[in-house]
């Protein structure tokens, strides 16, 4: 039997089947956490991950952009566990679209873009609220972006999307106490999405502080950080190396 800090705690990770996804769960399981490992597509990665939890675990596939997808992930989660205490919503969709260029964000990718990032977001938020309530200690982590603070990003719908985020997870830590509701949000993340993004690495590390990128691993500490701390709710944690003070 676990006897991790996080021990008796079900966890949901959305969109975990690689990078901060990927980290959170393996650091919530290294804790003590039992976590639902979940991806819309990549069905082979996200059992792979699951497995090789040290934990309690188990994958779910559901596109959450789908609300009868991402309601199954709770109920499926509750009917094999019984409890739910941490939601960390990171799954999420983008596509680089130059800002300049309105008629290349076409209708198509700025409709995809809220409905997986705000809509799929917000459906499984409420569908797992009454069971966070139930809770000792119920979380909410949105895994949103400094797009959402600075007018930047991968596209226009994708920075609007992420304002959103960091909106709602303010609303809702006014509105639905005693569940904890935060929300990170990471500068630019080495992670295999952005693997061969050189020159926008590079830009980072001469722009930013720190000098470099964030890791996967700094999202899953500073969402640590924010899990840990009870008395925290309604904070949009800044992970960027200090890049948004240099914008």
Sequence with gaps: MSTGEFSGRVAIV????????????HRLSALGATVVVNSSSSVEAGEAVSAALPGE????????????QGHALIDTTIERYGRL??????AGWTT??????????????????????????????????????????????????????????????????????NQMTHLLAKSCGPVRV?????????????SDWDEQ????????????????????????????STYVSGSVLVVDGGTTMRM
């Design 14 to 25: 959305t969109g975990s089947s690689s990078g901060i996804g990927e980290a959170i769960s």
């Design 57 to 68: 675990s188990m994958y779910v596939q559901a596109d959450i952009s789908d609300q009868a």
């Design 85 to 90: 205490d941490m939601l960390i919503n990171n």
């Design 96 to 165: 680089v679209v130059p800002h300049h260029d309105l008629d290349a964000l076409t209708d198509e990718i700025f409709r995809k873009t809220f409905e997986v990032n705000v809509f799929g977001t917000w459906w499984l938020t409420k569908h797992a609220m009454p069971h966070l309530m139930k809770s000792p200690d119920g979380n909410v982590v949105n895994i949103t972006s400094i797009a959402g603070v600075r007018p930047v990003g991968s596209s226009v719908a994708y920075s609007m999307t992420k304002a959103a985020l």
């Design 182 to 194: 935060n929300a990170i949000a990471p500068g630019l993340v080495a992670t295999p999405w952005t």
């Design 201 to 228: 690495h590079a830009a980072i590390a001469e722009l930013a502080p720190l000098k470099r990128s964030a890791t996967a691993e700094d999202c899953a500490e500073a969402t640590l950080g924010l899990l840990r």
